[in-house]
């Protein structure tokens, strides 16, 4: 299978990491297409001197990239594509391979009307190339490891061509650079990532075997903004002008969503049950002043959990900095950090016999390290008075920061879980503050350090069931070990409508496509939420995990 992914603007460490892990662990081919922000990469052989300015001062990074070439810029109007495909091996298969990767751009080029070819000596695509003064259009480099490829080449579209003027473009100092629109073809982005996806198609993918999700759709691009005129009195409990905006761009009408009233399917009703080991719970997070997601989510299954005395902490206060679409927890400016709080939350997992404690957080874009800190701290805290308990984290983002990530991930949790959310089409009308490549890279680091990763989606959102396969195939690409499906339930008439109400039947079969695809565990139903039967798939991977070992060395043996 050949998954395409288009990602919209990515960060070159988030599309690096991304990278790597679907190098190292996907079985399928991958081509994902994306913008960068200003960045200037240099190969592994790259002259420093051929970067003319300071990066800072102009307002871009400097990286050393793990491919062939010398420095070249990527930034806004270039696309970059990144193959990552099985390569035959054998006498020229890398030559072979780059000039897959420069026919591709050759070919997508002609439905615009630009002859396009090679310059004998100079790697890339090239145009004049017969005449006088040929121009490069698109950079290509690539890197071949135990027969699999990585990096690719990058487009220019429609960039701000200065950008080239402050480096020495791929080392050669004599030779032009120019792009699509420089060269008379206004276009889009969208028409050209159209036009390559065929040809990289074509070239290689199997018939039929080929699948594709964008992370930004282009579904309505040139669609009005506004609500129409003369709403109906339906519309009155729609979400607010903001979210329907970025809704309708992602090709969900908020109108045709379920009304907040509609009654519930059966399988979605919970009896309250407010039993003594329920109200015992509840007297402990109180008397230590803690926080719950289960409360401030509005969890269907809290009366099931706390009987069973299993809660999923909430640190770093109640308010978080982000809005998402679905989410319930508060978002006024938060307050200071509570240096006890690490303390309290291990007391109350003492207190309550805990074997497996969950503990989360609000998203805090306002701390420097995004609350990585208090995450260790109580992870430290928990395993110095409970050393018997197993701790599952579930992490935010932190915008990407490589430090703070790894002050998590050096806690080492039991569990590392950081959700997905939802589709890649819905990703950033749904989680505007948040990045679906991101959200992929950070479960890679996860993985990379060797912790079980755990990740889910909620289902419900306007998604296709043919969406939701493709992001299990994401998570599982990157190593995800555990992943948990479950339903979305409005919290409120601001949040994003239901679409529809998935049933139980089409979650069973979403399990099993999960267990087919490898996850160690898949926790699928209707009320499932990150930390439904926590302890029970930790467990599940746990013993997967072991039992592959175990049996990888009787192989050895």
Not at 115 to 134: D, F, K, N, S
Not at 136 to 148: D, E, Q, S
Not at 193 to 208: E, F, S, T, Y
Not at 322 to 338: E, N
Request: with cysteine.
């Amino acid at each position: 299978m050949l998954r395409v992914r288009w990602l919209g603007r990515v960060s070159y460490e988030d599309a690096h990491v991304l990278q790597h892990a679907l190098h190292a662990r996907s079985s399928d081919d991958h081509l994902l297409l994306l913008e960068h922000p200003h960045v200037f990469t240099l190969g592994v052989r790259g002259d420093a001197s051929h970067v003319l300015v300071d990066p800072a001062m102009v307002g871009a990074q400097i990286v050393r990239a793990d491919r062939g070439g010398d420095v070249t810029y990527h930034g806004p109007g270039q696309l970059v594509a990144y193959p990552i495909l099985d390569v035959p091996m054998g006498p020229g298969a890398v030559p072979d391979h780059v000039h897959s990767v420069e026919q591709v751009v050759i070919d997508t080029l002609v439905e615009f009307q630009l002859v396009a070819g090679r310059l004998p000596g100079y790697p890339g695509v090239w145009l004049g190339v017969e005449g006088a003064a040929p121009r490069k259009i698109c950079a290509v480099g690539v890197r071949v490891t135990r027969g699999r490829s990585m990096h690719g080449l990058a487009l220019n579209v429609d960039p701000d061509l200065g950008w080239f003027d402050r480096i020495v473009p791929c080392g050669i100092s004599d030779k032009a650079v120019t792009s699509m629109s420089a060269e008379g073809v206004r276009v889009s982005m969208r028409a050209v990532v159209d036009a390559l996806v065929r040809h990289a198609k074509d070239r290689w993918a199997h018939p039929g075997a080929a699948e594709r999700q964008d992370v930004i759709s282009f579904v309505a691009a040139n669609a009005s903004q506004e609500d129409p005129v003369g709403a109906s009195p339906e519309r009155a409990g729609e979400p607010g002008g903001k979210l329907r905006v970025r809704l309708r761009r992602a090709g969900v009408d908020p109108c045709e969503g379920l009304v907040l009233s509609a009654r519930k399917p059966p399988w979605l009703r919970v009896n309250a049950r407010m039993g003594g080991e329920f109200l015992g719970l509840q007297r402990t997070v109180k008397d230590l002043s803690l926080v719950t997601v289960c409360e401030e989510a509005g969890c269907p299954n809290i009366f099931e959990c706390w009987a069973q005395g299993t809660a999923t902490f909430m640190i770093n206060g109640e308010r978080c900095t982000r809005a998402c679409g679905f989410c319930l927890v508060d978002t006024r400016h938060p307050l200071p950090l509570d240096p006890r709080e690490p303390q309290r939350v291990a007391e109350a997992v003492e207190r309550l016999g805990l074997e497996h404690a969950v503990v989360t957080a609000v998203t805090r874009d306002d701390l420097a390290d995004g609350g990585a800190g208090a995450f260790a701290a109580t992870v430290e805290a928990i395993r110095a008075r409970c050393p018997g308990t197993a701790v599952e984290v579930l992490v935010p983002d932190c915008k990407g920061d490589r430090e703070a990530i790894s002050v998590m991930i050096a806690s080492r949790p039991d569990v590392f879980n950081h959700n997905l959310e939802t589709v890649a089409r819905l990703q950033r009308a749904i989680r505007p503050s948040a990045s679906y490549a991101r959200s992929l890279a950070v479960l890679a680091l996860a993985k990379d350090a060797g912790l079980v990763t755990k990740s889910g989606m909620i289902l419900g959102m306007g998604e296709s069931e043919e969406e939701a396969i493709g992001a299990l195939a994401d998570m599982r690409a990157v190593g995800v070990d555990i992943v948990t499906l479950g339903q979305y339930l409005r919290p409120s008439a601001a949040h994003l409508p239901v679409a529809r109400f998935w049933t139980p039947d089409e979650f069973d079969r979403l399990r099993g496509i999960g267990e087919r695809m490898g996850f160690a565990h898949v926790q699928s139903s209707p009320l499932t939420r990150s930390s439904y039967h926590a302890r029970e798939a930790a467990c599940s991977s746990t013993d997967s995990a072991h039992f592959a070992r175990s049996a990888h060395a009787a192989t050895l043996r």
